[in-house]
């Protein structure tokens, strides 16, 4: 089992960048794919970026393609996710999210995913 904890969120100005962190407690960071999500006032959960459990491969989301970056430091037990160019449409609450490793890194559902964190707020004013 591993417990998430997010941090790093805030408000920014459009065009803006911000590195969230997932900080993993527990065993076996390494055995997780792990993926981030976020939640817009009155939308459902999306899928933004996934990696897998080495950091060698990654996956995204065409919104965010170009502008966000996913990647991981297993030895500190941290995945991350650098959003640049933030627009006003990226104001949302971000989730980090895991899954063992046995399953596909590209997962984009909420359901494929086991553990989660709370979320840290990322607003972006225009």
């Known amino acids: 089992q591993v417990q998430l904890v997010e941090s790093g969120g805030g408000l920014v100005q459009a065009g803006g960048s911000l590195r969230l962190s997932c900080a993993a407690s527990?065993?076996?960071?390494?055995?997780?794919?792990m993926g981030w999500f976020r939640q817009a006032p009155g939308k459902e959960r999306e899928f933004v970026a996934a990696?897998?459990?080495?950091?060698?491969?990654?996956y995204y989301a065409d919104s965010v393609k170009g502008r966000f970056t996913i990647f991981r430091d297993n030895a500190k037990n941290t995945v991350y996710l650098q959003v640049n160019s933030l627009k006003p449409e990226d104001t949302a609450v971000y989730y980090c999210?895991?899954?063992?490793?046995?399953?596909?890194?590209?997962?984009?559902?909420?359901?494929?995913?086991?553990?989660w964190g709370q979320g840290t707020q990322v607003t972006v004013s225009s």
């Open positions: 999210a895991a899954r063992y490793r046995t399953g596909s890194y590209s997962a984009t559902t909420e359901t494929e995913y086991a553990y």
């Open positions: 527990g065993r076996g960071f390494s055995s997780y794919n």
């Open positions: 990696i897998n459990w080495s950091g060698r491969d990654t």
